[in-house]
C-alpha cells in the first residue's frame, strides 16, 4: 500500500466545507484513494473511494488531483458529528487484495467548532 | 451488507488475568481482522483469523500472549493473556464486508483497563 501523509488536525466551523487533504505520490496505477473515519469510541467507518475521477455520495466527495499524488475529502456541511479522526488509505481494489486487512496512518483530527 | 457485534464493549481487569473478547457477524466471511487501538493511537493489526486455519499474527503479536479462535465463518474470539496495564487499549475486530461492498466493517470495540 502507498503512504500517505495527512494533517495531524484541522479545524472547522460547523456548517462550512471541511477540506481534508491527503497526499500519496507513490501512487500505483491500481491503487485506489480510501476514506474512513472514526468517531470517538467507535470502530472506523467508510466513507468513499475513488481511482482518478472525482467521486461523491452522500456522506462526502473525493477530489483526486490528475497526477493522482493527492487528494481531497470534502464534506460540504460540517455538522459537529462529523467531528472525528479521518484517514486515507491508499491501496489496491478490494476484490484483488487478497482480503488483507487495512493498514492505518495517524490520519487528521478534524475538530467542528459550533 | 455486515454487522458486527462485539463484546464486551468494555471491562476491568486485574493484572495477570485474561479477558475473551468476542466477534459475532451477521453473515459469513472468509477473513476476520483483530486490531488494537492504544490509548490516542491509530489503529495496529494484531493478526488475521481465517476459518479453518491458524491465526496469522503481524511482528510484535504472538499468539501465547493473543491466542485466536475462529470456530465458523461468522464467529471469533480474541484473548488477551496475563494481562498488565500496558494492554490497556481498544480492541476492534474487522471484516473485509460492508453494505456497501467496497469497505471493511469494524465493530465497536472493547474498551480494556487493566488495574
Known amino acids: 500500500d502507498a503512504k500517505t501523509t495527512q494533517p495531524t488536525s484541522m479545524d472547522c466551523a460547523e456548517g462550512r466545507a471541511a477540506n481534508l487533504p491527503c497526499n500519496h505520490s507513490?501512487?500505483?496505477?491500481?491503487?485506489?484513494v480510501y476514506w474512513y473515519r472514526q468517531i470517538h469510541s467507535q470502530g472506523p467507518q467508510y466513507i468513499i473511494h475513488g481511482l482518478k475521477n472525482n467521486e461523491t455520495n452522500e456522506m462526502a466527495s473525493l477530489i483526486i488531483t490528475e497526477d493522482r499524488k493527492s487528494s481531497t475529502l470534502i464534506l460540504p456541511h460540517a455538522t459537529l458529528r462529523d467531528t472525528a479522526v479521518y484517514y486515507c488509505?491508499?491501496?489496491?481494489?478490494?476484490?484483488?487484495?487478497?482480503?488483507?486487512?487495512?493498514?492505518f496512518g495517524s490520519g487528521t483530527r478534524l475538530q467542528v467548532q459550533p | 451488507s455486515a454487522v458486527i457485534s462485539q463484546k464486551p464493549s468494555r471491562d476491568i481487569c486485574q493484572r495477570g488475568t485474561s479477558l475473551t473478547i468476542q466477534c459475532q457477524v451477521d453473515?459469513?466471511?472468509?477473513?476476520m481482522f483483530w486490531y488494537r487501538q492504544q490509548p490516542g493511537q491509530s489503529l495496529t493489526l494484531i493478526a488475521t483469523?481465517?476459518?479453518?486455519?491458524?491465526?496469522?499474527?503481524e511482528s510484535g503479536f504472538v499468539i501465547d500472549k493473543f491466542p485466536i479462535s475462529r470456530p465458523n465463518l461468522t464467529f471469533s474470539t480474541l484473548t488477551v493473556s496475563n494481562m498488565s496495564p500496558e494492554d490497556s487499549s481498544i480492541y476492534l475486530c474487522?471484516?473485509?464486508?460492508?453494505?456497501?461492498?467496497?469497505?471493511?466493517?469494524f465493530g465497536s470495540g472493547t474498551r480494556l483497563t487493566v488495574v
Open positions: 488509505i491508499v491501496r489496491v481494489a478490494q476484490a484483488v487484495s487478497g482480503r488483507r486487512a487495512l493498514t
Open positions: 453473515s459469513q466471511v472468509t477473513m
Open positions: 483469523a481465517n476459518q479453518g486455519s491458524e491465526a496469522t499474527y
Open positions: 474487522s471484516v473485509d464486508k460492508d453494505r456497501v461492498g467496497y469497505g471493511y466493517t
Open positions: 507513490t501512487i500505483s496505477g491500481n491503487e485506489y
